[in-house]
């Protein structure tokens, strides 16, 4: 079995594994059977990947998306890595290269789509491939109680016991209920060796903002990131169309996507955003799983997502290359009344009702949090954590005040009104407002009418909303979304708890949230003409800019300036192939000049090999007349330099072999002493 790390550095062009990958890589490589839960933009697809480079025999991975699929064969081509993937989108000529790798056993990893495994014939032709490991990508898919959920994933377990292999199984969500499904499903109940790891993801910035003018407050956040790629999510299709249109007349590269489009546009839609540089998509939440793109630098949400965990995946489709990414989301009281309704009026059993009204709590915990966003998130899954210093809470800590006694007076004309109405007629009676409803109502002759005139309307809507946010209240849907109050509020009413609320999450309107900076200023012009190179030679070759390099690698360029291959070859993400392809261009944009290699130590570059190569020329251009400098001049190819320098010959007879008996004469001892020489 071939070693780890030096597959890591040639291939992928990383010097280490990120946290909790190289455990999960070793267990995969060695044939156990894995249950690995990571952070999406953890590196998921790496720990499989790898140990198929690891391993004899093809690694078949089963993917959902026809998309993620393509891409990730794409990526690893570039990388030098013999991949490919049987879907119905192929044409002939990529199928029948498909099988000629196959025959020719030069295929390491094939990606294939569930469905096919429904095909009779699927299971003769993974047998006849010499099949040594099944991975599963997006495994969550397997369980029934997920909005993922696809049936042929159910084929996967006695696909894994028909072929007698072990199966690697990988997701970035999946609660306990989850696991536990997979496990069941996939590997039969017996427990596989699971790795749990961190769902903190450190590069993504973290902020909540209550509504006010949303539509506004999208195209502020849009337009200090223009240029960058983003994803805005939103809750109807409708408001998909309208928002992407505000975009484009604001001057941006924007695009909408929805369940409701022809198939043919929504893979428009999802090639543009792969390929473009600088392209928003506002999509519903059927956009997302299959985009491979990991330079998304920002991910905003327009109303509020349906739960924690969706809120989660969702957020992390943002900066998955590492670089720093952002996100918004905004959220006010007709998001919850909504989610609220969605969640009674569905269809699942009361127990699931009471799991999805928790899940939404947990959400809303976050977006009314006092503290950290981090530390309440990642609370929520199980980690503690220390205060991030990257969200919007830590940015600037909220002001907060005693509301006990505001709570109080809200909850009491709630009850006193029978909870039968809204926030706009409790507001009407707490604030005095003689209206026509309160008259009518007689409301106006209520111990609580008029109690709470210290605060205005949009304090009482703050407070509202944050009384919703911690479900001391809730819409009744069999009331048409008038309030009730919760079990969890009792408590405060009897004067046996206090609460704090925040005084004001308004973002005042001239205030236009600022973009964090990827890299320093003085690295800022670099990096632009960087990325330029980078899409010039995306459009020549036809290829998604990050699948040259994505932004972590440049901005990595861009801060250490390297000045030669050698020095390019440690930058992470340039691995051997890419070295080689696109090393000189790129170093050219660094250094103002391309630096003049042979193509053969070009393929040296950032290797031990490399260094030898330089000695090797050196002691040549000393005694290329001889060592009385008399003789007639002799050389070795550049190309047969590369090879001493590979195959470090031990002794004058192999080196003979090599260079021939006059080169071997006239270089050979001296040779052997740089070769022999220590690192």
């Known amino acids: 079995m071939a070693d780890a790390l030096p597959l890591l550095s040639d291939v992928f062009g990383f010097a280490a594994f990120r946290p909790g990958q190289q455990e999960i890589v070793e267990a995969v490589a060695r044939g156990e059977n894995v249950l690995a839960i990571m952070p999406t933009g953890g590196g998921k697809s790496l720990c499989?990947?790898?140990?198929?480079?690891?391993?004899?025999?093809?690694?078949?991975?089963?993917?959902?998306?026809?998309?993620?699929?393509?891409?990730?064969?794409?990526?690893?081509r570039e990388a030098g890595v013999e991949a490919g993937a049987l879907t119905s989108a192929n044409t002939d000529a990529e199928t029948e290269a498909v099988w000629q790798a196959l025959r020719e056993g030069r295929l390491k990893l094939l990606y294939i789509a569930p469905e096919r495994l429904a095909a009779g014939s699927a299971l003769g032709m993974l047998r006849r491939i010499g099949v040594s490991l099944i991975a599963v990508?997006?495994?969550?898919?397997?369980?029934?109680?997920?909005?993922?959920?696809?049936?042929?994933?159910?084929?996967?377990?006695?696909?894994?016991?028909?072929?007698?292999?072990?199966?690697?199984?990988?997701?970035?969500?999946?609660?306990?209920?989850?696991?536990?499904?997979?496990?069941?499903?996939?590997?039969?109940?017996?427990?596989?060796?699971?790795?749990?790891?961190?769902?903190?993801?450190?590069?993504?910035?973290?902020?909540?903002?209550?509504?006010?003018?949303?539509?506004?407050?999208?195209?502020?956040?849009?337009?200090?990131?223009?240029?960058?790629?983003?994803?805005?999510?939103?809750?109807?299709?409708?408001?998909t169309e309208s928002l992407a249109q505000a975009l484009r007349e604001a001057g941006h590269a924007a695009c909408h996507y929805h369940g409701g489009m022809e198939a043919a546009d929504r893979r428009a839609?999802?090639?543009?955003?792969?390929?473009?540089?600088?392209?928003?998509?506002?999509?519903?939440?059927?956009?997302?799983?299959?985009v491979d793109k990991p330079d998304i630098r920002w991910v905003a949400h327009?109303?509020?997502?349906?739960?924690?965990?969706?809120?989660?995946?969702?957020?992390?489709?943002?900066?998955?290359?590492?670089?720093?990414?952002?996100?918004?989301?905004?959220?006010?009281?007709?998001?919850?009344r909504l989610r609220r309704a969605q969640i009674d009026e569905g269809l699942a059993p009361p127990e699931r009702r009471m799991a999805d009204h928790a899940r939404l709590n947990a959400l809303l915990g976050l977006a009314e949090a006092l503290e950290c966003r981090r530390?309440?998130?990642?609370?929520?899954?199980?980690?503690?954590?220390?205060?991030?210093?990257?969200?919007?809470?830590?940015?600037?800590?909220?002001?907060?005040?005693?509301?006990?006694?505001?709570?109080?007076?809200?909850?009491?004309?709630?009850?006193?009104?029978?909870?039968?109405?809204?926030?706009?007629?409790?507001?009407?009676?707490?604030?005095?407002?003689?209206?026509?409803?309160?008259?009518?109502?007689?409301?106006?002759?209520?111990?609580?009418?008029?109690?709470?005139?210290?605060?205005?309307?949009?304090?009482?809507?703050?407070?509202?909303?944050?009384?919703?946010?911690?479900?001391?209240?809730?819409?009744?849907?069999?009331?048409?979304?008038?309030?009730?109050?919760?079990?969890?509020?009792?408590?405060?009413?009897?004067?046996?708890?206090?609460?704090?609320?925040?005084?004001?999450?308004?973002t005042p309107k001239s205030r236009r949230p600022a973009a964090k900076a990827l890299v320093a200023e003085e690295d800022a012009p670099l990096l632009s003409a960087l990325k330029a190179k980078r899409r010039a030679l995306a459009e020549a070759a036809k290829l998604p800019a990050y699948m040259i390099f994505n932004d972590r690698t440049l901005i990595e360029m861009a801060e250490a300036r390297p000045q030669t291959l050698d020095q390019m070859a440690r930058i992470g993400g340039v691995g051997a192939k890419k070295l080689e392809r696109y090393g000189a261009d790129f170093l050219e944009v660094i250094t103002g000049a391309g630096e003049r290699v042979h193509p053969a130590r070009r393929k040296l570059a950032g290797r031990a090999a490399g260094t030898l190569y330089d000695r090797l020329l050196e002691v040549q251009a000393e005694l290329s007349r001889g060592e009385t400098g008399g003789e007639k001049p002799l050389s070795c190819s550049a190309s047969l330099l590369a090879r001493v320098a590979s195959s470090r010959p031990r002794d004058l007879d192999e080196l003979r072999r090599l260079l021939g008996e006059r080169r071997a004469e006239r270089f050979g001892p001296a040779f052997l002493d740089v070769l022999a020489a220590p690192d």
């Open 48 to 76: 499989f990947q790898l140990p198929a480079l690891m391993r004899e025999g093809v690694t078949v991975v089963i993917s959902p998306l026809i998309a993620l699929m393509r891409d990730q064969v794409r990526a690893l």
């Open 137 to 239: 990508d997006e495994a969550h898919c397997v369980s029934q109680w997920g909005h993922d959920f696809r049936p042929d994933y159910m084929a996967i377990g006695g696909l894994r016991r028909a072929l007698g292999v072990p199966l690697a199984a990988f997701t970035a969500t999946a609660d306990a209920e989850t696991r536990a499904e997979i496990v069941d499903k996939l590997f039969d109940g017996q427990p596989p060796q699971q790795f749990l790891r961190g769902f903190d993801r450190p590069n993504i910035h973290l902020a909540f903002a209550a509504k006010d003018s949303p539509r506004r407050q999208v195209l502020d956040f849009a337009a200090t990131r223009k240029g960058q790629s983003g994803i805005v999510y939103c809750g109807t299709r409708a408001k």
């Open 269 to 290: 839609v999802e090639a543009r955003f792969t390929a473009e540089d600088g392209l928003i998509v506002v999509a519903t939440v059927a956009f997302g799983m299959g």
């Open 302 to 336: 327009a109303d509020l997502p349906k739960s924690i965990e969706a809120y989660y995946q969702e957020i992390g489709r943002a900066g998955r290359d590492g670089a720093p990414a952002e996100t918004l989301t905004l959220f006010g009281p007709e998001d919850i």
């Open 375 to 506: 530390v309440t998130l990642l609370r929520y899954f199980g980690e503690a954590a220390a205060p991030c210093g990257n969200c919007d809470l830590c940015d600037a800590p909220p002001a907060t005040f005693d509301a006990t006694e505001a709570v109080r007076k809200a909850l009491s004309a709630t009850l006193r009104t029978e909870e039968r109405f809204g926030t706009g007629h409790l507001i009407d009676v707490l604030t005095g407002n003689t209206s026509d409803k309160v008259r009518a109502r007689g409301h106006d002759q209520l111990p609580t009418f008029g109690v709470g005139r210290e605060l205005d309307r949009r304090a009482w809507q703050g407070v509202f909303r944050q009384m919703m946010g911690r479900d001391l209240v809730r819409p009744d849907p069999e009331r048409h979304g008038a309030l009730r109050m919760t079990e969890a509020a009792r408590p405060i009413l009897r004067g046996e708890q206090d609460i704090t609320l925040r005084r004001d999450t308004l």
